[in-house]
């Protein structure tokens, strides 16, 4: 039914309170009738009866809401509104008024009035005009108090500490690893100081005042520490700019609060609160991450941070009672049963026996589930403090007044931060127990405990797009691979995910195979769908990667794996987030074990091996590799799998605030030398597509997706911990955007040089002109010339034809790549062979002879070496098992240069004499005298300019008849008269045994080895380092 004019009994019924509502509700609607009345509106009048209507425009509808400036009148309208839809059901409904208690907006009518306004104008244009100055002819106080303001209005340090930090500031001090310099601030947060080292990229106006002002500055250091030291310094400047003493700001709150009024209309909100510090703290990457980040080689300050991190320090010598331990070991073990009947407990053990007993059945003290470990730990905080301090037989016989004195001093005792922070959630927890079950009255955590006093420490940490590349290539032809390619693929996924997507390892291991949502039929579907269709024919990899398939993976808990919190269940979109050759790894790995489990069911895990008889892949399996491949990428020891998550948040947050703020171009200030880095952010338009659905997105949008990805309750949460890129984004956005600049003849004089002229040697691709301008006057200055800037080597480089190493890493990639072929051929799946850098001639001829030497014996009376009875097919020789390949790399090297300089004919033949005659159990090599001579003398030589000492090389004798003979007729072969030999007993007594055995060792190089590991290191090595060489040059020498 639709009504073009509503008649009384219809405005009655709309109009009118229903039965049981409250009274005030008559009030408002009564109200809303009138200015629905008094609107002017077309929708409000046909609502009141003062009008027919057969169209209702939304733009009226939410005109009509804008009129109403209470919620409550809002939602009345709302209920009208859907009242009146029953007798025309075309009217639009109003929109939900949701009432918020928070602090207005930012750009709020009361801060800007006009008066704000025009006195924010004021210190603006005087600002400007005090840089226009001769600076020789203003007195220091004025050149400093320049200095300040530019620093805040300019050089985005709107903050109290953050000036004092400048102050500090020595020009010395200047890094300039990326294409600016930039500063460390070194800032406190509530109240523990240099808690936060901020990275601060300063402006070009900033840098030449810095420069120009060091000496004042330098001097005036303990007038500005005073009270209103520096704010007498900038209402100079301001005085020289022309603001008279009444419009001179009265505190520095003042001043950034009129610097505000300009900026909030230019920038986002976000990158106001991060410059005023205001709400949350964002920690900064740390100095030698960066480092690490632009490609610096050189060491990291482990001193500094073997002080934060609370793992090196090891816990103080405690009293741990025996009852205790065996109760932390049942919680772990999840041992520990309901209690039916609780009882007064008697003694500690019973009373901590039934708090950990509440915990593992029930809820935390925030409500949400404990996992068995974070309960073990708790107890055993807690219960070793309780039985070393309490002097009593039960903690129920402290008065609750003198529970807070014990906890202090069980606070107390600990001897750093992170430990305090752990025992005081531990008491938390305990404290609730004895809450809840015997009416104790509750605690402030904040006041009692400390909980949210100090700052936790954020191990700011990550890795860029080169590193997570090559860390993938590692995985893929490291010593992970040798073991099993599958090993590798599935390490493989776990940092895909780890990085991509922000999984936490436990999340990432224990997913199951139903929680991959793949764009795929099963086999029997493919099968049915090709018998109806025989003329279908399948997509290829690159049309499917063309058509943008959705993908998915369910984050959610099971039987075998409880997540951290309540939000941490969550749905991530693969085809938006990861790369097109990620995505494919992920399906071939899905594709296997549906194959395998088609064939025999074993597991519902997505990352388990069959042959390995395990449910899933251990973390004891794949975390020390990923370890050993981050930290060999990075050249840092501290790197974690953990540090993959804070990569994740701070590249994706990264990624969507520059594409939505228009700054991806620019980003090549910082990351211009790093291609890769550079690639993935300018392809944003998937993310685009996915998560804006407008080109003029909400910045603050940005940190709810990075909230929603990593599973936070809170973007908050992301904000404090894991997104480290709020310094580059205010450096793109405010610093270095040329549209805030002051002209460049103005900078190029305060800063006291000549304007560049000639044109650019060497042009940045993708930056504007004026950027590139700008960083020519920046250069220029003498203490910020490029000569001083930060030599770098790119981790990520090439390894050099000549370079140490070059034979081992040829060595790796060919096992790598011998190991997936025999994966390849023993299990009769299709392996991904992209990543091999040989060409497909090379790779032929390295297999066939990889496969000649697989059929070579084990020993004389053995067959093949590779004869496994479980039919394991192997190609790869067996390297040493006592030092590692690193024991080879220096003797690999100098076999190498042999085979590349004019000896490599001789070399090579010598390397096909030692496959046809070693064995694998035993790599002396017999030569026979009459025909050997030739062979025997080009070994030793090998062996000579390899570097083995005289030492090594055992010669032995299997002649019993006439010994004698037999050595002086080998001394005069070798031409060396007082040759020793070993005898040994022969192989066979019924012939003439006047042959020569040779045997040499391998001597381990460095000094983390002893004498004894040094000799373990002998035929093994050698035929490993002889056979892989063999494979590489066979038929190229």
Not at 13 to 33: C, N, R, V
Not at 606 to 617: A, D, G, M, S
Request: proline letters at 6%; one cysteine or more; glycine letters at 4%.
């Amino acid at each position: 039914m639709t009504i073009s004019t509503l008649s009384e009994e219809m405005l009655s019924a709309i109009w009118s309170p229903e039965k049981y509502d409250p009274e005030w509700k008559s009030e408002f609607l009564q109200t809303l009738k009138e200015r629905c009345r008094d609107s002017n509106n077309v929708i409000g009048e046909w609502l009141c009866g003062k009008r027919s209507l057969r169209n209702f425009p939304v733009e009226k509808m939410r005109e009509l809401e804008n009129q109403l400036e209470s919620s409550t009148l809002r939602n009345a309208l709302r209920d009208v509104t859907s009242r009146a839809r029953r007798f025309n059901p075309s009217l639009p409904l109003a929109h939900i008024a949701i009432d918020t208690r928070r602090p207005a907006n930012p750009i709020n009518p009361d801060l800007y009035t006009a008066e704000n306004i025009s006195a924010s104008r004021d210190v603006i244009d005087s600002l400007e005009r005090a840089l226009r100055h001769d600076l020789e002819q203003l007195t220091p106080h004025c050149r400093v108090g320049l200095l300040l303001l530019s620093a805040a209005y300019y050089g985005a340090l709107m903050d109290i500490p953050q000036l004092n930090a400048l102050t500090q500031l020595d020009v010395g001090q200047i890094i300039w690893v990326s294409g600016i310099p930039e500063f460390r601030l070194k800032l406190s947060i509530r109240g523990q100081s240099e808690a936060e080292s901020r990275q601060w990229f300063p402006d070009p106006m900033t840098l030449a005042l810095l420069s120009r002002c060091a000496p004042d500055l330098s001097e005036l250091r303990p007038y500005l520490s005073k009270r209103d030291g520096k704010l007498h310094c900038i209402q100079a400047a301001l005085a020289v700019g022309g603001v008279d003493n009444q419009s001179q700001p009265a505190s520095l709150s003042r001043l950034f609060e009129l610097l505000r009024i300009k900026r909030q209309t230019q920038l986002p909100q976000l990158l106001i609160n991060y410059t005023t510090r205001y709400g949350y703290v964002t920690h900064s990457v740390l100095a030698d991450s960066w480092l690490h980040l632009q490609g610096d080689r050189s060491s990291s300050n482990h001193e500094q941070k073997s002080k934060r991190k609370k793992h090196r320090l090891g816990r103080p010598e405690q009293r741990v009672p025996g009852w205790l331990t065996t109760l932390c070991r049942q919680v772990r073990r999840g041992r520990v049963s309901v209690l039916e009947v609780e009882q007064v407990p008697t003694t500690l053990e019973e009373l901590i026996t039934g708090w950990a007993s509440f915990l593992l059945h029930g809820r935390s003290f925030y409500g949400n589930p404990l996992q068995s470990k974070t309960v073990a730990n708790y107890v055993r905080d807690v219960g070793i403090g309780l039985d070393n301090l309490l002097s009593v037989g039960s903690i129920l016989d402290v008065p609750p007044d003198a529970l807070e004195e014990l906890y202090e001093t069980l606070l107390e005792v600990q001897p750093t931060a992170p430990m305090r922070r752990n025992l005081a959630k531990g008491l938390l927890e305990f404290h609730g127990y004895l809450q809840n079950s015997f009416s104790y009255p509750p605690i402030s955590p904040y006041a009692a405990l400390g909980i949210g006093k100090t700052p936790q420490f954020v191990d700011a940490q990550i890795i860029n797009e080169e590193q997570y590349r090559q860390v993938l290539r590692d995985l893929a032809t490291g010593p992970l691979s040798h073991r099993s390619p599958r090993i590798a693929m599935v390490a493989q996924a776990v940092v895909i995910f780890g990085y991509r997507l922000g999984l936490r390892r436990n999340e990432s291991l224990k997913l199951l195979r139903r929680d991959l949502q793949l764009p795929t039929l099963s086999a029997a579907r493919a099968a049915a769908l090709r018998r109806r269709h025989p003329n279908l024919k399948p997509l290829s990899a690159e049309q499917r990667t063309a058509l943008n398939l959705p993908a998915a993976l369910h984050i959610r808990p099971h039987s075998q794996r409880a997540l951290k919190t309540r939000n941490s269940t969550r749905t991530l979109p693969l085809h938006v987030l990861l790369e097109p050759d990620e995505l494919q790894l992920i399906e071939r790995l899905a594709r296997l074990r549906d194959d395998e489990e088609e064939k025999s069911p074993y597991s519902e895990f997505l990352f388990c091996i069959p042959e390995l008889q395990t449910r899933w892949v251990s973390e004891s399996t794949l975390l020390p590799a990923i370890h050993a491949s981050l930290r060999r990428v990075t050249r840092c020891s501290d790197m974690h799998y953990h540090h993959l998550r804070h990569s994740a948040a701070t590249w994706l947050t990264f990624k969507l605030a520059a594409t939505a703020l228009g700054a991806c171009e620019n980003a090549r200030l910082l990351f211009g030398e790093q291609s890769q880095t550079m690639a993935w952010l300018l392809d944003a338009e998937r993310l685009n597509n996915a998560f804006f659905h407008s080109r003029k997105a909400a910045t603050r949008r940005v940190i709810h997706i990075t909230s929603a990805v990593l599973g936070h309750a809170s973007p908050k949460t992301s904000l404090l911990h894991y997104v480290h890129c709020m310094s580059w984004l205010s450096a793109l956005c405010w610093q270095w955007e040329p549209k805030f600049w002051p002209p460049g003849h103005v900078i190029a004089k305060i800063a006291g040089v000549s304007l560049p002229s000639k044109p650019e040697d060497l042009a940045a691709p993708g930056l504007p002109a004026e950027i590139r301008h700008m960083r020519r006057i920046i250069g220029r200055i003498g203490v910020y010339k490029r000569s001083k800037r930060r030599k770098v080597s790119y981790p990520m480089s090439p390894i050099e034809s000549n370079g140490e190493g070059r034979a081992l890493t040829r060595m790796n990639d060919i096992s790598s790549m011998l190991a997936y072929q025999a994966y390849a051929e023993a299990s009769g799946q299709s392996v991904n062979m992209d990543w091999v850098e040989f060409s497909d001639a090379d790779r032929s001829a390295m297999l066939e002879r990889a496969r000649y030497i697989r059929q070579l014996g084990k020993h004389r009376l053995s067959g093949s070496a590779t004869c496994d009875p479980n039919g394991k097919v192997e190609l790869v020789p067996r390297p040493p098992r006592h030092g590692g390949l690193a024991g080879v790399a220096a003797y690999a090297d100098r076999l190498y240069r042999l085979l590349d300089g004019r000896y490599k004919a001789k070399t090579n033949r010598v390397l096909d004499d030692f496959v046809e005659r070693c064995w694998a159990s035993d790599t002396t090599l017999r030569f026979h005298s009459g025909q050997d001579e030739q062979s025997v003398r080009e070994y030793l030589w090998v062996l000579s300019e390899l570097r083995i000492p005289s030492a090594d090389i055992e010669f032995i004798i299997y002649d019993e008849r006439t010994p004698k003979r037999t050595k002086s007729l080998w001394r005069k072969v070798l031409r060396k008269p007082r040759l020793k030999f070993i005898e040994q007993v022969p192989e066979n007594r019924l012939v003439e045994n006047m042959h020569l055995g040779i045997r040499a060792r391998l001597r381990l190089t460095g000094a983390g080895f002893t004498d004894q590991e040094r000799n373990h290191h002998s035929g093994a090595a050698l035929r490993y380092l002889f056979l892989m060489t063999s494979i590489d040059w066979h038929f190229r020498a």
